[in-house]
C-alpha cells in the first residue's frame, strides 16, 4: 500500500464494487415488490400523503431526508422507473462494464444508485426504518469513489470502508456491552435463535445446541465486535514498516469478521446486513500484485509516470478522493463521539445525507417470542365461526414448516409483525392491513405466503397472539411439528366493513 495508491487491494475493490452492487439490485428489486401495497398511491401508509404533508407544513421540510419525489410528484408508476433503472444500473456494475471507462463513470452510477435509493428510504416510513438502510446509502456513496479498473483503489477510499465497517462492528459490540444483562452473563444466545425477528432453515438446530456453546457464541461475538475491528487498520502500519506482517494482520481481523457474519447468514434472516458487513470486510483483505525483488535479481527500471498521474491515479481523481476523506474526517467527530458516549445511538444518521452514520443491533434481547396471528372467516357470527389464518412468507404460523432463507431479501411486512407485540399499542399501519384483507387487495394479499379464503373477501378478520418456543427433538419426534405454541390472546377485532 502507498500513500496515494493501495496496488494490493484491487482484488478487495472488486469485491467492494461488485457486491455492494448486487445488494442494491436486492434493494430495488424488494421496493419494486413491495414498495406500492406497503406505501404507494393506495398503500397502508401512503407516501403521497406524507408528501402533501411535508408540503403544507411549516417543518416537514426539514424533517424529510433529500428525495427525488420532493420535486416529481409520486405516482406508484415513477416509482417503479425508479426501481428499474437501479436495478439496470447496478446490475451493470455487477457485471463490471462502468469500470472499464474512466473514473467518474462508475462514480457517477453508484451515486445515481445512492440517490435513487435514498429517493425511497426518504418516503419509506416505519417500512424503512432499518439500518442496513443507511449502511446500503453509505457503502454506495463510498463505492463511487474506488476508480476503474485501469488504474488502483485509491488508499483514502479503502480506509473509509475500514472505518464504515469498525464503526459498523465496533458499534455494535458497544450497543451490546451498555445493553441487556443477557449480553454481560453470556446467556444472550441461549434465547436470540428462537426469538430473533425472522429464523431460518438452521435456526432450531442452532437453538438447540448445548447452553456452553451459546456462552461461547457470546464470547465470540465480543471478540469479533470490540477487539477484533481495530486490526482492520493494521495495513497502515505497512506504509511505515515495511514487510507483509500488517498486511496479514489486517487479513486474518476481515476473515475472523467474515466468518462471524457467515454465521449470522446461516442461523437467520437479516435481510442484506450481514451480505453486506461481509462485503465490507473484504475491503481489508490485500492481495500483493508486486514481488519483492531477491538481491541477486536485476534492478527493474522504475516505470515513467505519464503527466497528469501519481502512482497509477490521475490527479483529478487524487483530488476528488481526497476531498471525500477530508469530508469524511470532518463528519467522523459525531460517530466517533457517539461510539464512546454513555448513551450510545443506534442506527443514527448525523445529517441529511446519511453518510457516517452510526450502526448497531441487538443491544437487548428478547427472552420471549410472540407472534401475532390473523385469522379470517367467512361465517356471519364471529362468536361461533370457524377461524382461518393468513399464512406469511417469513414469520413463524404454520407450527410444523420448516422457516425459509430469503436473506438477503427483506420482507419488510413479516419484520414489522415481529415489531408489534414489543410496543406499547399496534401501529396504524396494521389497522390498515386488516381493511386491506377485508377488502381482498390483490397488491396486499401478494405479500403473503397463503389466503384461505383464495382472493374471496371474509366477512370479518382480527389478531391473536401466541407464544412460540421451538420444540426439543423429543417434541419434534412425536408431533414432527418445529414450533409449539400455547397462551392464546385476542390482540385485535373480530372486525367487519360490513354493518
Known amino acids: 500500500m502507498d500513500a496515494s495508491a493501495a496496488v494490493d487491494f484491487e482484488f478487495a475493490r472488486q469485491?467492494?464494487?461488485?457486491?455492494?452492487?448486487?445488494?442494491?439490485?436486492?434493494?430495488?428489486?424488494?421496493?419494486?415488490?413491495?414498495?406500492?401495497?406497503?406505501?404507494?398511491?393506495?398503500?397502508?401508509?401512503?407516501?403521497?400523503?406524507?408528501?402533501?404533508?411535508?408540503?403544507?407544513?411549516?417543518?416537514?421540510?426539514?424533517?424529510?431526508?433529500?428525495?427525488?419525489?420532493?420535486?416529481?410528484?409520486?405516482?406508484?408508476?415513477?416509482?417503479?422507473?425508479?426501481?428499474?433503472?437501479?436495478?439496470?444500473?447496478?446490475?451493470?456494475?455487477?457485471?463490471?462494464?462502468?469500470?472499464?471507462?474512466?473514473?467518474?463513470?462508475?462514480?457517477?452510477?453508484?451515486?445515481?444508485?445512492?440517490?435513487?435509493?435514498?429517493?425511497?428510504?426518504?418516503?419509506?416510513?416505519?417500512?424503512?426504518?432499518?439500518?442496513?438502510?443507511?449502511?446500503?446509502?453509505?457503502?454506495?456513496?463510498?463505492?463511487?469513489?474506488?476508480?476503474?479498473d485501469d488504474q488502483p483503489p485509491p488508499t483514502v477510499v479503502i480506509v473509509l470502508f475500514w472505518w464504515l465497517v469498525f464503526r459498523l462492528e465496533f458499534g455494535a459490540g458497544m450497543i451490546k456491552i451498555r445493553g441487556g444483562r443477557e449480553w454481560r452473563d453470556l446467556t444472550a444466545l441461549t434465547y436470540h435463535h428462537e426469538t430473533q425477528p425472522m429464523p431460518g432453515p438452521l435456526s432450531r438446530q442452532a437453538h438447540l445446541l448445548p447452553r456452553w456453546f451459546h456462552k461461547g457464541e457470546v464470547l465470540g461475538n465480543h471478540f469479533a465486535q470490540l477487539v477484533v475491528p481495530w486490526f482492520l487498520f493494521a495495513p497502515l502500519?505497512?506504509?511505515?514498516?515495511?514487510?507483509?506482517?500488517?498486511?496479514?494482520?489486517?487479513?486474518?481481523?476481515?476473515?475472523?469478521?467474515?466468518?462471524?457474519?457467515a454465521w449470522l447468514v446461516a442461523t437467520g434472516n437479516f435481510a442484506w446486513l450481514n451480505w453486506m458487513t461481509i462485503v465490507l470486510a473484504f475491503s481489508?483483505?490485500?492481495?500483493?500484485?508486486?514481488?519483492?525483488?531477491?538481491?541477486?535479481?536485476?534492478?527493474?527500471?522504475?516505470?515513467?509516470?505519464?503527466?497528469?498521474?501519481?502512482?497509477?491515479?490521475?490527479?483529478?481523481?487524487?483530488?476528488?478522493?481526497?476531498?471525500?476523506?477530508?469530508?469524511?474526517?470532518v463528519i467522523s467527530w459525531w460517530p466517533l463521539q457517539n461510539l464512546f458516549a454513555r448513551r450510545q445511538l443506534m442506527n443514527a444518521s448525523f445529517n441529511r445525507w446519511q453518510l457516517a452514520n452510526a450502526y448497531g443491533a441487538f443491544g437487548t434481547v428478547t427472552k420471549e417470542r410472540i407472534e401475532i396471528i390473523v385469522e379470517g372467516t367467512m361465517d356471519d357470527d364471529p362468536d361461533t365461526a370457524t377461524?382461518?389464518?393468513?399464512?406469511?412468507?417469513?414469520?413463524?404460523?404454520?407450527?410444523?414448516?420448516?422457516?425459509?432463507?430469503?436473506?438477503?431479501?427483506?420482507?419488510?411486512?413479516?419484520?414489522?409483525?415481529?415489531?408489534?407485540?414489543?410496543?406499547?399499542?399496534?401501529?396504524?399501519?396494521?389497522?390498515?392491513?386488516?381493511?386491506?384483507l377485508l377488502e381482498a387487495d390483490a397488491a396486499t394479499l401478494r405479500l403473503l405466503a397463503h389466503d384461505p379464503f383464495a382472493g374471496e373477501k371474509p366477512r370479518w378478520v382480527r389478531a391473536v397472539s401466541y407464544r412460540y418456543r421451538f420444540t426439543t427433538r423429543a417434541e419434534f419426534r412425536e408431533s414432527h411439528a418445529r414450533w409449539k405454541r400455547d397462551r392464546r390472546r385476542p390482540v385485535m377485532g373480530p372486525a367487519s366493513l360490513r354493518r
Open 15 to 148: 469485491v467492494l464494487q461488485r457486491g455492494v452492487a448486487a445488494l442494491f439490485v436486492v434493494a430495488f428489486v424488494s421496493s419494486l415488490n413491495q414498495f406500492r401495497p406497503l406505501l404507494g398511491e393506495h398503500g397502508l401508509l401512503p407516501a403521497p400523503e406524507l408528501l402533501e404533508w411535508v408540503r403544507t407544513s411549516k417543518r416537514g421540510h426539514r424533517m424529510l431526508r433529500p428525495t427525488l419525489f420532493r420535486y416529481l410528484r409520486y405516482t406508484d408508476r415513477r416509482l417503479a422507473a425508479l426501481c428499474w433503472a437501479g436495478i439496470v444500473i447496478a446490475a451493470t456494475l455487477v457485471i463490471g462494464l462502468p469500470q472499464l471507462g474512466p473514473p467518474w463513470v462508475p462514480m457517477l452510477c453508484f451515486l445515481a444508485l445512492w440517490l435513487g435509493y435514498m429517493s425511497i428510504t426518504s418516503i419509506g416510513q416505519t417500512f424503512y426504518g432499518f439500518g442496513w438502510e443507511m449502511l446500503l446509502l453509505e457503502a454506495g456513496f463510498l463505492g463511487a469513489f474506488l476508480g476503474s
Open 237 to 261: 502500519v505497512g506504509l511505515f514498516v515495511p514487510g507483509p506482517g500488517p498486511a496479514v494482520v489486517g487479513a486474518v481481523a476481515a476473515a475472523i469478521v467474515i466468518a462471524t457474519q
Open 284 to 329: 481489508a483483505i490485500g492481495v500483493p500484485l508486486r514481488q519483492a525483488q531477491g538481491p541477486s535479481r536485476a534492478p527493474v527500471a522504475e516505470p515513467v509516470e505519464a503527466p497528469g498521474v501519481i502512482d497509477g491515479i490521475p490527479v483529478y481523481w487524487l483530488v476528488i478522493t481526497c476531498a471525500v476523506g477530508v469530508l469524511y474526517l
Open 387 to 436: 377461524w382461518h389464518e393468513y399464512g406469511f412468507k417469513g414469520k413463524p404460523g404454520d407450527v410444523h414448516r420448516i422457516p425459509r432463507q430469503f436473506a438477503p431479501y427483506h420482507l419488510r411486512l413479516d419484520w414489522l409483525m415481529w415489531f408489534l407485540p414489543l410496543g406499547r399499542s399496534l401501529d396504524d399501519w396494521f389497522t390498515a392491513f386488516l381493511v386491506r
